[in-house]
């Protein structure tokens, strides 16, 4: 998922107020356009966080915005990327590498990491073999299935992946995945859609004039489908699934 983000479970019961990010002028306030898709990341990370341990190699890891939900469960957080990505702020980086060849040794890691970054990869399958070959047996893959988000980053979005569609990957490559946790729901879906189309409006000389309403839409679009989410959830139409799946001997 694009620009995104992420948190624990009683920090995750408010996701105005991510503890980690400073409260509501943290980097993923509700007025900024990524604060719902990072929010429902991160309390997903949350729940999932007890499965890592160890030494953990997060692919595709951006400035990595997510680590400190593993805080207190690892040996050590690796993290590599593409030398050309745009995401990586100023993360201090183990290896510039591609998702399909990571320059670590046969069964290196605990566990291995993927978050908004598997609809970038033309051949997911290859990654998927990948993180299999890089992890110890029993290691555990953590990795977000985008199923619908507004296109990024363009050419680099390849795909989007129904929860059938992750497992049939992840089987094809020797895991078996354990838990499916859903990221959003419809109405997150519908919130996200509709900021996309505020991206393109808030852009250009005119900005001046359109940043301030367009932040405040932000605000009533993004709670207003938070809120929409808890009422009226629906587990299959998400943003994304975070899946945790074990490594097969
Ligand atoms: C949207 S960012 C997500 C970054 C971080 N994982 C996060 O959650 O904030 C997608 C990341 O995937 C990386 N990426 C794209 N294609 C890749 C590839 N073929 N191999 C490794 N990383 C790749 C990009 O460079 C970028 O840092």
């Given at each position: 998922?694009?620009?995104r983000?992420?948190q624990?479970?009683n920090?995750?019961a408010?996701p105005?107020?991510?503890?980690w990010?400073?409260?509501?002028?943290?980097?993923?306030?509700v007025w900024k356009f990524?604060?719902?898709?990072?929010?429902r990341?991160l309390?997903?990370?949350e729940?999932?966080?007890?499965?890592?341990c160890g030494?953990?190699?997060?692919?595709g890891c951006?400035?990595?915005?997510?680590a400190?939900v593993?805080?207190?469960r690892?040996?050590r957080?690796w993290?590599?990327?593409?030398t050309?990505?745009?995401?990586?702020?100023?993360?201090r980086?183990?290896?510039?590498?591609?998702?399909?060849?990571?320059?670590?040794?046969?069964?290196s890691?605990?566990?291995v990491l993927?978050?908004?970054?598997i609809t970038?990869l033309p051949?997911?399958?290859?990654?998927?073999r990948?993180?299999?070959?890089?992890l110890?047996p029993d290691g555990?893959l953590i990795l977000?299935?985008?199923q619908m988000?507004?296109?990024?980053d363009?050419?680099?979005?390849?795909?989007?992946?129904?929860?059938y569609g992750a497992?049939?990957l992840?089987?094809q490559a020797?895991f078996e995945?354990?838990?499916?946790?859903p990221i959003?729901g419809?109405?997150?879906?519908?919130g996200l859609?509709?900021?996309?189309g505020?991206?393109?409006v808030?852009r250009?000389p005119?900005?001046?004039?359109?940043?301030?309403?367009v932040?405040?839409l932000?605000?009533?679009?993004?709670?207003?489908?938070?809120?929409?989410d808890?009422l009226f959830?629906d587990e299959?139409?998400?943003?994304?699934h975070?899946?945790?799946?074990r490594?097969?001997?």
């Open positions: 998922m694009g620009d983000v992420s624990s479970s920090a995750a408010d105005f107020r991510p503890r990010a400073g409260g509501r002028t943290g980097r993923w306030a990524n604060w719902l898709a990072n929010s990341i309390a997903a990370l729940r999932v966080r007890h499965h890592a030494d953990l190699l997060d692919v951006g400035s990595k915005p997510f400190h593993f805080d207190g690892l040996a957080y993290g590599t990327d593409l050309a990505s745009r995401y990586l702020g100023g993360a980086l183990d290896a510039f590498a591609c998702a399909d060849a990571q320059p670590f040794r046969d069964g890691f605990d566990t993927g978050l908004s970054m970038y051949e997911p399958l290859r990654f998927l990948e993180a299999h070959r890089v110890r555990m977000e299935f985008t988000v507004p296109l990024h363009e050419p680099y979005d390849f795909f989007r992946y129904t929860r497992q049939y992840l089987e020797g995945p354990v838990a499916f946790v959003g419809l109405w997150s879906r519908v859609t509709m900021i996309a505020l991206n393109r808030n250009g005119t900005r001046l004039l359109t940043e301030l309403p932040r405040l932000y605000t009533v679009i993004q709670t207003l489908a938070r809120l929409m808890v959830g299959r139409e998400v943003l994304a975070l899946v945790v799946a490594r097969r001997p």
